[in-house]
């Protein structure tokens, strides 16, 4: 179980919008809360997440009443539709993908008693009624890529993607960054299969990759990491996951670049019951770990080279020792908060 901690995200002033800056939502004896995903709830990895953190939000917050979850928005439309069903009753809205921060602005103002969260993704505004949560992906991506290129016996590793979406992207620039620190020459296949949880495409786009020498497989995928697993098994081909560790899906999964959305969504909530959560984007990074951070399966964990170069990779993104420029999100026009 997650151990709670407080989330307070205060964003400085920026322009004439100064006065909103300290204004926070909720504080009231009992909040009712909505969440909205692109993918399904058992998806064992981001849907399922946030899906989780809701659900023991309702469980150990007094007064928090988790009302459900919209799966599947995965249209612009959806998530439109999604965000104004949830608004009719709900007090805090949740958007479980960057795609929400543009069904936020369409949305909100509706709304403005109302308050909504966009989960890894910031709108191009500041909104009155909006927070927006985002860790630096791509970041977690640059310890796994040293990794992976570390462990590599062909000099080749490979990169999937589920869609080409800024975190995908981060991702894949991360992975080079860790790569080519351990290893210059290292090559990065890369693919994107055009679905986040799709087996069949994963599965046939992990075997081009295997085909072309890669023996370590960064999957940028929910549901259809399952797919890479299927297609791994006959070389023993080395697995970095996303959003959580689950190192007994598959004999060889090194690791993950952990993003734990379940904890970020029940600070979240908790921020909100106690009146503390502000408008604006908060960005985290490594220097972050219970949000984002590259975690070891055990059998890696505990070679000692492994280890310490996990500790060494992040501390040399952490201090500016390698550059990451390409790897972090844009950030907006208006002021955020860093953490």
Not at 333 to 338: A, G, K, L, Q
Request: proline residues 5%.
């Amino acid at each position: 179980m997650f151990a709670a901690v407080a989330l307070v995200m205060v964003v400085g002033a920026c322009g004439s919008d100064s006065s909103s800056d300290t204004t926070t939502s909720g504080g009231a004896d009992s909040v009712k809360v909505g969440l909205s995903s692109i993918g399904p709830k058992n998806d064992r990895s981001f849907s399922q997440a946030h899906y989780e953190g809701a659900q023991l939000a309702a469980k150990e917050i007094p007064g928090v009443k988790f009302t459900g979850i919209v799966e599947n928005a995965d249209t612009p439309q959806a998530r439109i539709d999604a965000f104004k069903n949830l608004a009719q009753t709900d007090d805090l809205i949740l958007g479980a993908s960057a795609a929400f921060a543009d069904a936020a602005p369409a949305v909100a103002p509706l709304f403005p008693k109302k308050h909504f969260v966009v989960s890894t993704g910031a709108t191009t505004k500041k909104i009155p009624n909006v927070t927006s949560l985002v860790p630096d992906e791509g970041l977690a991506a640059v310890p796994a890529g040293a990794v992976m290129a570390q462990l590599s016996k062909t000099g080749k590793i490979g990169f999937i993607g589920g869609a080409e979406i800024p975190p995908t992207v981060q991702s894949l620039e991360g992975v080079k960054v860790g790569a080519k620190s351990v290893n210059p020459n290292v090559k990065v296949l890369s693919t994107i299969v055009g679905d986040f949880n799709d087996a069949a495409k994963a599965k046939s786009a992990t075997q081009a990759l295997i085909d072309g020498g890669a023996d370590q497989i960064f999957a940028f995928l929910d549901a259809g990491i399952q797919g890479v697993y299927e297609a791994g098994k006959a070389k023993n081909t080395g697995v970095v996951q996303i959003i959580s560790l689950r190192c007994d899906e598959y004999a060889n999964v090194v690791g993950s670049a952990v993003e734990n959305a379940q904890q970020m969504m029940f600070d979240a909530i908790k921020a909100f019951k106690a009146g503390d959560l502000a408008a604006g984007t908060t960005f985290y990074g490594l220097t972050t770990p219970d949000y984002l951070r590259f975690d070891l399966c055990p059998t890696y964990a505990d070679q000692p080279e492994l280890a310490a170069l996990v500790k060494d990779t992040t501390e040399a993104v952490n201090s500016g020792a390698l550059d990451v420029t390409k790897v972090k999100n844009t950030r907006p026009s208006y002021t955020v908060t860093e953490k």
